[in-house]
């Protein structure tokens, strides 16, 4: 069974970091290309971060210059390192198999003060 295991979400102040987890089994984690999105409360998901073919990395425009996604295969895990957070950072972050389309089941942020 594909599982997604997110985590590190809570609350933060403005300008604050914050690193999330995604622990990854049930499929080849190597073989794959991750992603992070999000969905704010009201609003549709939104792609945040994510491994593109040849090892590049897209960003939301959005986060750029802000977010870090970074993955450690021999831990079948993927990170979103987040810094200089804002209050519209607020949202469920879910990672997720794009090619497989499996959501894991979210880590909420918070940003406020």
């Known amino acids: 069974e594909v599982q997604l295991q997110a985590s590190g979400g809570g609350l933060v102040q403005p300008g604050g970091s914050l690193r999330l987890s995604c622990a990854a089994s049930?499929?080849?984690?190597?073989?794959?290309?991750m992603s992070w999105v999000r969905q704010a409360p009201g609003k549709q998901s939104e792609l945040v971060a994510a491994f593109i073919t040849g090892g590049r990395i897209n960003y939301a425009d959005s986060v750029k210059g802000r977010f870090t996604i970074s993955r450690d295969k021999s831990q079948n895990t993927v990170y979103l390192q987040m810094s200089a957070l804002k209050p519209e950072d607020t949202a469920i972050y879910y990672c997720e198999n794009p090619v497989l389309k499996v959501r894991g089941q979210g880590t909420l942020v918070t940003v406020s003060s």
């Open positions: 049930g499929f080849t984690f190597g073989s794959f290309d």
